[in-house]
């Protein structure tokens, strides 16, 4: 991709800087030849232990892989928006555990630094860019969606808040060393009495179910958390009260729909690169599969599929990088698109592979496997719908009117 000189942001979207062509190729040089190396090595050993070992962790770190996205005064690498997007793309070739790791650490700060005083930016932001801290995305509930109907409260008493209730799907929440948690002011409805809290895992009146046995993403840890009269200093909280939802959704939600979906397009590129070798090197009838007519076109399908995700992904990840106010609608499309594309591209790859494609000894039954749970994360493909919908038919209202409309 073009990179241009360094240049600051000043829109919404776009704090980032971005640094010159040279210096990203290179670390884009590192970033595959590690994916292509170590990183495959590191696949299979996860796959055969099922959790990502602390080494890896560490090796990520050292390699600065963790703060790749944040700025520079954060101590990141302070690449731009779009830039970031296609490191993704490379990491996502990789095992699903590892392309969370680097996406998930990589996002977090965007939703902590712009409410973060002095003394937790350099307590909570600077270390997690670092790699030093882990910090868990604490939004979901088992009874609730995941915006204003939040149930999870707490009081305050003094210098204190005590938090109860519950939450689950927690990428991280059995490992972590924080929760950033999100819940409202006990008493309150709607989104005016959420906080965002810095929540220490061994804090009390916390109990931890590790939920990680999962189809697909092995490796990655997920936990169900229970809370009751959990202590949280008020020196904890991000922004002020009422700020929580903002914090959670404004700056994370959007770039976080981006990344996904361009891990979906780098995931998509590993199951075609995965068909197309198969495909070469499988012979029948003295003759590969790739020069049989159904198998070759479900190859040019994948690849136009993959390469019209891509694009509109780049699009939105540069609406995004500008400040455009259709960002948010922009990522729930190349979510929803993306997403869509990596259902239809695995599937093909899988059966590109027959029925040796079907055990674990093949690489291409991983891919299948994680490429599942796409589906629903940063929100199910009904919920990027209503996202899209509400847009279209917002700057229709603005450009014409009901009344008018129906005049």
Avoid at 44 to 59: A, N, T
Avoid at 323 to 345: E, F, N, P, Q, Y
Wanted: net charge negative; glycine share 10%; hydrophobic share 40%.
């Amino acid at each position: 991709m073009a990179a241009t000189s360094t240049m600051e942001h000043q829109a919404p979207g776009g704090r980032e800087g971005r640094i010159d062509r040279r210096e990203f190729e290179q670390i884009l040089g590192q970033v595959t030849a590690w994916v292509d190396g170590p990183g495959e090595a590191w696949s299979e050993e996860i796959e055969r232990s099922g959790h990502v070992p602390r080494e890896l962790f560490e090796e990520i770190r050292r390699h600065g892989f963790l703060g790749l996205a944040a700025p520079v005064e954060l101590g990141g690498r302070g690449l731009g928006f779009t830039q970031w997007m296609r490191l993704i793309e490379e990491f996502s070739r990789s095992h699903a555990s590892i392309r969370m790791l680097v996406h998930v650490i990589n996002g977090t700060w965007r939703s902590m630094n712009p409410h973060a005083t002095p003394a937790q930016r350099e307590r909570f932001v600077r270390p997690s860019v670092a790699g030093d801290l882990l910090i868990a995305f604490t939004l979901t509930e088992p009874g609730n969606g995941t915006g204003a109907d939040l149930t999870s409260r707490v009081r305050r008493d003094g210098d204190t808040y005590y938090l109860t209730g519950r939450k689950h799907l927690i990428t991280f929440g059995a490992h972590c060393d924080y929760w950033l948690l999100f819940a409202r002011l006990e008493g309150s409805t709607g989104s005016d009495g959420t906080v965002a809290l810095l929540v220490a895992r061994d804090s009390p009146g916390v109990t931890v179910e590790d939920t990680s046995d999962t189809m697909g993403v092995r490796g990655t840890d997920h936990a169900s958390l229970t809370f009751v009269n959990t202590p949280v200093p008020v020196a904890h909280r991000l922004g002020e009260e009422g700020d929580g939802l903002a914090i959670a959704l404004g700056g994370f939600l959007t770039p976080s729909r981006i990344s996904v979906a361009m891990s979906c397009v780098g995931l998509a590129e590993r199951a075609q690169q995965l068909a197309v070798d198969y495909a070469r090197g499988r012979v029948t009838f003295g003759k590969p599969i790739a020069s049989r007519q159904a198998i070759a076109f479900m190859i040019a399908d994948n690849e136009a599929e993959i390469e019209a995700a891509r694009a509109l992904t780049m699009h939105a990840a540069r609406q995004w990088e500008d400040g455009s106010d259709r960002a948010s609608a922009l990522s729930s499309m190349a979510k929803l698109t993306a997403v869509d594309m990596l259902t239809r591209v695995t599937d093909r790859a899988l059966q590109i592979h027959g029925g040796s494609g079907y055990w674990k000894t093949a690489p291409i039954e991983r891919v299948y496997r994680d490429a599942r749970a796409q589906r629903f994360e940063e929100g199910t493909n009904e919920i990027q719908r209503t996202v899209i919908a509400r847009d279209v038919l917002a700057r229709a209202d603005q450009a014409r009117p009901i009344e008018e409309a129906g005049a």
